[in-house]
Nanobody, 119 residues
Framework: QLQLVESGGGLVQPGGSLRLSCTAS????????IGWFRQAPGKEREGVSC???SGGLTVKGRFTISRDNAKNTVYLQMNSLKPEDTAVYYC?????????????????WGQGTQVTVSS
């Protein structure tokens, strides 16, 4: 069974950090570009970060994405979290070397992990 599983979400205070993990089973992530998306209540799903198939650690603003192919896992390190970062975070795999901002171009999706930033 081909599956992506996210973990690492939770409740964190503003200014705090979380590291999300996305682990694949049934297939290897090293053939895929991996994206992180999020969806807040009442809002559309939006892209957060993405790493190319051959990509290394990538820093974009407060978020850093990295991959460990030996563990078949992609990570999203989120720092200086704000209440507006509250959302369900999803990882997705695209069978392509490159990232896309279009969620429809991703082949597999995880079930999501809730991130709540609140004092």
């Amino acid at each position: 069974q081909l599956q992506l599983v996210e973990s690492g979400g939770g409740l964190v205070q503003p200014g705090g950090s979380l590291r999300l993990s996305c682990t694949a089973s049934g297939f290897t992530l090293d053939s895929y570009a991996i994206g992180w998306f999020r969806q807040a209540p009442g809002k559309e799903r939006e892209g957060v970060s993405c790493i190319r198939r051959s990509g290394g650690l990538t820093v974009k603003g407060r978020f850093t994405i990295s991959r460990d192919n030996a563990k078949n896992t992609v990570y999203l390190q989120m720092n200086s979290l704000k209440p507006e970062d509250t959302a369900v975070y999803y990882c997705a795999a695209r069978f392509n070397a490159y990232c896309s901002g279009d969620s429809f171009e991703y082949n597999y999706w995880g079930q999501g992990t809730q991130v709540t930033v609140s004092s």
